[in-house]
């Protein structure tokens, strides 16, 4: 049941799917590495109707470790067949950040509209009255 909850609630980064496709366009492969199981990842992209974008997906499961090791980012660049320096890691947590950067790619973090939420929440409630940041 969480399996298909997983499959049934993905949903991509708002702009995501264009940049995809025009990653692609310039001949650019792309490849996933997440924590999650490889029958996920597979179903995840194909509700997503990237199946033909993702050249491969690279999860807990397929042999190469979990995030934040960098394992698993080595098997993504070794099936792509670039070296570190060759490749971007896009992600949205720290271990994804971690792991890139601890396999020597050069790392982005996606800021996610989760943690704009969280983020609008903390500045909210640092803004408001507090008496721990008394000016007296």
Known sequence: ?????SVDTVAAADGLPEVLHELRAEGIELAVATNDWESIVDAQLRTLGWSELVAHGVASDSGFGAKPEPGMIHGALGLLGVAPNEALMVGDTGHDIEAGAAAG???AYLLTTAFSRI???????????NPSFSSS
């Open 105 to 107: 790619v050069t790392t």
């Open 119 to 129: 983020a609008s929440r903390l500045a909210a409630a640092l803004s408001g009255p």
């Open 1 to 5: 049941a969480a399996v298909a909850a």
